[in-house]
Structures are given as structure tokens and as C-alpha cells.
T-cell receptor, first 113, second 116 residues
């Protein structure tokens, strides 16, 4: 497996469910990002982890809870979501030597009923 | 905060035509990136630009980092049906020893449709 992978690719959940999104990068990078992509809006940065430490949280509601157990894995735990949270959730990674390039996974298409 | 204006929002062209799209920013960047996203997939990096005035090609794609550091453009020559997708520009401002963590500001995207 190469690059950045995300599972599941599609997820349908009710508002009372708890689920988790997983991201894994095989690039040896040490910064990882969660983005939300909604229709007709620019990508919205949600969280940034650098060296497994959360360094940015862009006013994301607490029903989204990230976790970075090591530099290769990133999770987004979901709880009590709203229908407006339906979107494509993208994970990205970047190496310290990079000048800004982020490499994205294929995303998880989330639908909240 | 920083904002990127990307235009046009959408383009409908015939196969073989050339395409041009651009991004302008309210503030300067020291890195400009161009990504392409196909349906059901994440954005894929096409071209990265690191210096004002830089012109870089990747096959039929050419991108330039504007001399003012506030704009960039992407050209696609002789378009083909597989060029269909959404093209995003992104800018980054990173300082050596800084704590920007390589944050990117994205444009709204240009939706490209190519008719055979």
C-alpha cells in the first residue's frame, strides 16, 4: 500500500451513532491533516497534527474528535452528528522537509441521516 | 484571514482546446500548488511552485507563480477528455523555523468539462 489511504470510503450513519474514520500514510511524513469538503465550498481545514501533537483546531464542534496515536495513523471519531455534517472528509499528510505540498487520501464520503 | 479567488468557476470546452485558469490572493504566499480532483477521489498534486516568477511544466500543464506572489495561473494545452475534473489552487506561507505547519489556503475550484 502506498500514499495515503482512508477507510471506510463511504459511511452512512444516524445522528445517534458513533463511528470513526481512519487515515494511514505510508510516506514517512510527520504532519497530518483533516479537511471537510462540502459541495460548492473550498476545502475547510479541521485539524492539524504535527509529530503526533494537535497543533490546530479550527473551531470544529466537539462532536468531531481527532486522534493521532503515531505519525502514520490519524483517526476522526464521530458522535451525535448532524445532517449538515454530511460531506467528503479528506486526510492529508506532509513531510517536514516539504515546502507546503500536502498529499491527500481518497476521502470518506459521509452521509448523516 | 487569507482568501483565494479562483476563476473561472467552470469551463465547458471542446477536446483539443487550450484551457487557462487563475488564482488571486489578498496576501502573499511563498508556495503555490495546483491540484486536480476527480469524482469520488481526493485532490492529486499536479504542480508545485516555490519562487516568484517561476514557470513550471508537467506534460501538457504549465503553471506560473506570479511576480507579486499574490497570483498564479494554470494552463492546459490540447485538452483531452480525461482532463475532466475540478482544479484547485492552493497557497502556503511558511517561514523557516515557523509554526505554520504548511497550512494551505484553497481556492473554490474550477470545474472543467471537456466535450469529445
Amino acid at each position: 500500500e502506498t500514499g495515503v489511504t482512508q477507510t471506510p470510503r463511504h459511511l452512512v450513519m444516524g445522528m445517534t451513532n458513533k463511528k470513526s474514520l481512519k487515515c494511514e500514510q505510508h510516506l514517512g511524513h510527520n504532519a497530518m491533516y483533516w479537511y471537510k469538503q462540502s459541495a460548492k465550498k473550498p476545502l475547510e481545514l479541521m485539524f492539524v497534527y504535527s509529530l503526533e501533537e494537535r497543533v490546530e483546531n479550527n473551531s470544529v464542534p466537539s462532536r468531531f474528535s481527532p486522534e493521532c496515536p503515531n505519525s502514520s495513523h490519524l483517526f476522526l471519531h464521530l458522535h451525535t452528528l448532524q445532517p449538515e455534517d454530511s460531506a467528503l472528509y479528506l486526510c492529508a499528510s506532509r513531510g517536514t522537509g516539504g515546502l507546503g505540498e500536502q498529499f491527500f487520501g481518497p476521502g470518506t464520503r459521509l452521509t448523516v441521516l | 484571514g487569507q482568501q483565494l479567488n479562483q476563476s473561472p468557476q467552470s469551463m465547458f470546452i471542446q477536446e483539443g482546446e487550450d484551457v487557462s485558469m487563475n488564482c488571486t490572493s489578498s496576501s502573499i504566499f511563498n508556495t503555490w500548488l495546483w491540484y486536480k480532483q476527480e469524482p469520488g477521489e481526493g485532490p492529486v498534486l499536479l504542480i508545485a511552485l516555490y519562487k516568484a516568477g517561476e514557470l513550471t511544466s508537467n506534460g501538457r500543464l504549465t503553471a506560473q507563480f506570479g511576480i507579486t506572489r499574490k497570483d498564479s495561473f494554470l494552463n492546459i494545452s490540447a485538452s483531452i477528455p480525461s482532463d475532466v475534473g475540478i482544479y484547485f489552487c492552493a497557497g502556503s506561507w511558511s517561514k523557516a523555523g515557523g509554526t505554520s505547519y504548511g497550512k494551505l489556503t484553497f481556492g473554490q475550484g474550477t470545474i472543467l468539462t471537456v466535450h469529445p
